[in-house]
């Protein structure tokens, strides 16, 4: 009897350690707070495959869409804004609720159920709708080299959804063009070769980049970077490593006023917004930046947003 209470009670202890290790492990995923994003398997327009096809580019395409369905994860998590929920689980998601992938893209179709979906608060739906590669080299026979290059282009339609309404948030457009060039030494023999660069690491760079524009174009529709304190005239940002924020730029600060909304639509629009000053970045850090204040100081204050203080455009020649 003695021997069958002992069992018991470590039979006990180990379903409480086995409780509050999963416990651990799901507090560690998910973090309080934060938002849960969904990302949508990349996904091509017919007439860039049907291009791709005919340029005989088909493989390379294909490697683009591997690496941005990866690179996209990882930029998202980098932003520090987000829970990520992986591709399976959300394909997991949606097919426990009965809700077809296809929705999330065709929210108007007669079986879009958006608002209904739990456990994702926001998806984010890329579709590359243009792409081309165009390689290049020459050999040097006087000196034995060999000059290559390679240009990349690729652009996609990032669409940003509020699973809980339904709605569109946001629809960019995200272009990226990559140029390498490169020269090396060759044997005799390779005189009557076509020099031609045989590696794909353009390929990786330009997913990679276009990840990161597209995840630093949803962050500023869904999350404005905002100060966080004013200490004389040192400013905190939300924003740091991986945050599209860097050392020396310029930022502008916006104190938000009221809602501006449609006379026609009643749809709001946004909020007023009224700049009360200017800063110069001087430390970035891991989770937030810090800054300068320079010039007029109208009231900056714990709140305001701040955004990149465009470039001048230049006048027509």
Same mark, same amino acid.
């Given at each position: 009897?003695?021997?069958?209470?002992?069992?018991?009670?470590?039979?006990?202890?180990?379903?409480?350690?086995?409780?509050?290790?999963?416990?651990?492990?799901?507090?560690?995923?998910?973090?309080?707070?934060?938002?849960?994003?969904?990302?949508?398997?990349?996904?091509?327009?017919?007439?860039?495959?049907?291009?791709?096809?005919?340029?005989?580019?088909?493989?390379?395409?294909?490697?683009?869409?591997?690496?941005?369905?990866?690179?996209?994860?990882?930029?998202?998590?980098?932003?520090?804004?987000?829970?990520?929920?992986?591709?399976?689980?959300?394909?997991?998601?949606?097919?426990?609720?009965?809700?077809?992938?296809?929705?999330?893209?065709?929210?108007?179709?007669?079986?879009?159920?958006?608002?209904?979906?739990?456990?994702?608060?926001?998806?984010?739906?890329?579709?590359?709708?243009?792409?081309?590669?165009?390689?290049?080299?020459?050999?040097?026979?006087?000196?034995?080299?060999?000059?290559?290059?390679?240009?990349?282009?690729?652009?996609?339609?990032?669409?940003?959804?509020?699973?809980?309404?339904?709605?569109?948030?946001?629809?960019?457009?995200?272009?990226?063009?990559?140029?390498?060039?490169?020269?090396?030494?060759?044997? &005799? *023999?390779?005189?009557?070769?076509?020099?031609?660069? /045989?590696?794909?690491?353009?390929?990786?760079? @330009?997913?990679?980049? %276009? #990840?990161?524009?597209?995840?630093?174009?949803?962050?500023?529709?869904?999350?404005?970077?905002?100060?966080?304190?004013?200490?004389?005239?040192?400013?905190?940002?939300?924003?740091?490593?991986?945050?599209?924020?860097?050392?020396?730029?310029?930022?502008?600060?916006?104190?938000?006023?009221?809602?501006?909304?449609? &006379? *026609?639509?009643?749809?709001?629009?946004?909020?007023? /917004?009224?700049?009360?000053?200017?800063?110069? @970045?001087?430390?970035? %850090? #891991?989770?937030?930046?810090?800054?300068?204040?320079?010039?007029?100081?109208?009231?900056?204050?714990?709140?305001?947003?701040?955004?990149?203080?465009?470039?001048?455009?230049?006048?027509?020649?």
């Amino acid at each position: 009897m003695r021997y069958a209470m002992h069992a018991g009670t470590r039979t006990v202890a180990l379903a409480i350690c086995v409780v509050a290790l999963l416990a651990g492990r799901l507090a560690a995923q998910e973090t309080p707070g934060k938002k849960n994003l969904g990302i949508y398997p990349v996904k091509l327009t017919k007439s860039v495959s049907e291009a791709a096809a005919k340029a005989d580019q088909a493989g390379k395409l294909k490697k683009v869409v591997e690496s941005l369905d990866a690179q996209l994860i990882d930029a998202f998590s980098n932003t520090l804004k987000f829970n990520i929920v992986a591709r399976s689980d959300l394909k997991q998601i949606l097919e426990e609720q009965r809700i077809p992938l296809d929705v999330i893209i065709n929210p108007e179709g007669p079986g879009a159920r958006m608002g209904k979906i739990s456990g994702v608060d926001y998806i984010v739906a890329t579709t590359i709708d243009d792409f081309s590669i165009r390689e290049d080299g020459r050999i040097i026979e006087g000196l034995g080299m060999v000059v290559s290059s390679r240009m990349a282009r690729v652009s996609a339609v990032v669409k940003i959804w509020d699973s809980t309404s339904g709605r569109l948030l946001q629809s960019v457009a995200v272009p990226v063009v990559r140029e390498e060039k490169g020269a090396g030494r060759v044997t &005799p *023999d390779d005189i009557t070769k076509t020099p031609k660069a /045989e590696d794909d690491t353009i390929l990786v760079a @330009i997913s990679s980049e %276009l #990840a990161q524009r597209a995840a630093l174009r949803v962050i500023d529709v869904i999350f404005p970077a905002k100060v966080i304190s004013v200490i004389d005239n040192v400013v905190t940002v939300n924003r740091g490593e991986g945050g599209g924020i860097a050392r020396d730029e310029v930022w502008e600060i916006f104190a938000l006023g009221k809602p501006l909304v449609d &006379p *026609d639509t009643k749809e709001v629009l946004g909020r007023e /917004e009224v700049k009360v000053g200017e800063m110069v @970045i001087t430390d970035v %850090l #891991a989770k937030f930046s810090k800054a300068r204040l320079v010039g007029e100081n109208r009231g900056v204050d714990a709140g305001n947003i701040a955004r990149p203080k465009l470039a001048p455009s230049q006048p027509p020649q």
